[in-house]
C-alpha cells in the first residue's frame, strides 16, 4: 500500500465563522494511489478525539491506525482501488494548526488566544487540501461521529464536489445531552489547576487529571449498558473483596482511569475544549433557515446513513431524521440500522453488518459512476 505522510501549509489565510482570518497548516496522510482521471478519491474525516493515522502507526502512540479493520488492501475502503487522504482536523494536536501552535503573530502558543473554531471551518480547511491535489470531484466523504458531522456538512455545502457520502453514528445537530456532557469535561479541565487559564504550555506543566476526568465521562458515552455489563459487570480489580477505600476496586474504575491518563499523552487539554465546542456549535438546518431539507435540496450525492441500535450518544432517530429530510427533496439515499450491543463506538469496531454495507455502497457507486475498473491506475 503506497503510503505517504504530509503537511499542508496553505499559502492565503482561512476567514473562520467567528471573523477571525488564520494562516494555518494540516498534516495529513495519503493511501494508495490517486488515478490518471483523479476520480477514485475518498477524503476520510476522524472523530473527536481522532486523528489522520487512520491506517499507520500513530507516532505518538505507537499504536495501529484507528480504522486499521476500514481501510486497507481488501477492506471496505480498499487502498488497492481508491485513493484516501485523512487529515488533522483544524483545531486539533497532532501537526495541525491549533490552539498549542505557535501564533506567527506573537511567537507565542496559542492557547485560548486560538480563535474559536467551528465543522464550517474544518471542513473550509480540507477544501483547500482536496484543492492543493487539484481533485474537482470526490468519490467520496465518510466519517463516524464527529466525522460524520463533517461529511454532512461537505455534503450540504459542497454538492458539486462529491459523488456520495457516508456519515456513520452521527447526527445532523448536537444534542442538549451531548452539550451538556461536553461541558463537564471541559469545566474538568479548567478546574485543574495546572491548566493556568488555558497558558498551561508557558508553565510546562498540563491539566493531566482534569483532562483525564474528561475523558473518562466521555468514554462512558462511547460505550453502551449492555457492553459494559458484558465487559465488566461488577467484577473487582485484582483483589477477592472490596477495599473500603476509594481505590480502583471494580474493573470498570481501573478501566476509566486506564482510559483516561492514557488520554493525556496523546491529546492537548486546549484542542479538547476547542473541538468540543465545535461540536456542540454545529446546527445543519440552522445554516438553512431552519430547515434540514434545504440543505440537501437539488443534490445528486448519493447517502448511505449508518446507525447503531445501542448508540445512546447518536441514537437511530438522528439518522433517520436525517435519512426523511433526503427522501423528502428525493435524494438518493439509504438507511442502515446494525442491530449491535457495543454502542457508540461500534464504528469503530468489529461490525461485519457496517463492513458489508460501506463496501457494498461504494462499489455500486462505482460502478454507477464507471470508475470501478480504474482503480489505481
Known sequence: M????????DPEPIKLDCG?????????????TLNANKTNAILIFHALTGDQYVASINPVTKKAGWWTNMVGAGLPIDTDKYFIICANVLGGCLGSTGPAS??????????????????SDMVRAQVRLIDHF????????????MGGMLVLEFAANYKNRLLCAIPIATGSRHSSQNIAFHEVGRQAVMADPNWHGGNYHNHDEQPSKGLAVARMAAHITYMSDQSLHEKFGRNLQDRDSVSFGFD?????????????MSFVDR??????????????????AAQFDDNLMAAFAGTNIRFCLISFTSDWLFPPEESKLIAQALNRVAANVSYVEVNSPKGHDAFLLDE??????????????????????????
Open 2 to 9: 503506497n503510503h505517504v505522510s504530509d503537511i499542508f501549509i
Open 20 to 32: 477571525d482570518a488564520l494562516h494555518y497548516q494540516l498534516s495529513y496522510e495519503t493511501y494508495g
Open 102 to 119: 505557535t501564533n506567527p503573530d506573537s511567537g507565542e502558543i496559542y492557547g485560548l488566544n486560538f480563535p474559536i473554531i467551528t465543522i
Open 134 to 145: 487539484n481533485i474537482d470531484i470526490l468519490f467520496s466523504v465518510i466519517g463516524g461521529s
Open 248 to 260: 480502583a476496586d471494580f474493573q470498570i474504575e481501573s478501566y476509566l482511569r486506564h482510559q483516561g
Open 267 to 284: 491529546f492537548d487539554a486546549n484542542s479538547y475544549l476547542y473541538l468540543t465546542r465545535a461540536m456542540d456549535y454545529f446546527d445543519l
Open 352 to 377: 461485519p453488518e457496517m463492513f458489508s454495507a460501506v463496501t457494498g455502497f461504494l462499489a455500486s457507486t462505482a460502478h454507477k459512476h464507471a470508475i470501478c475498473d480504474e482503480g489505481s491506475k
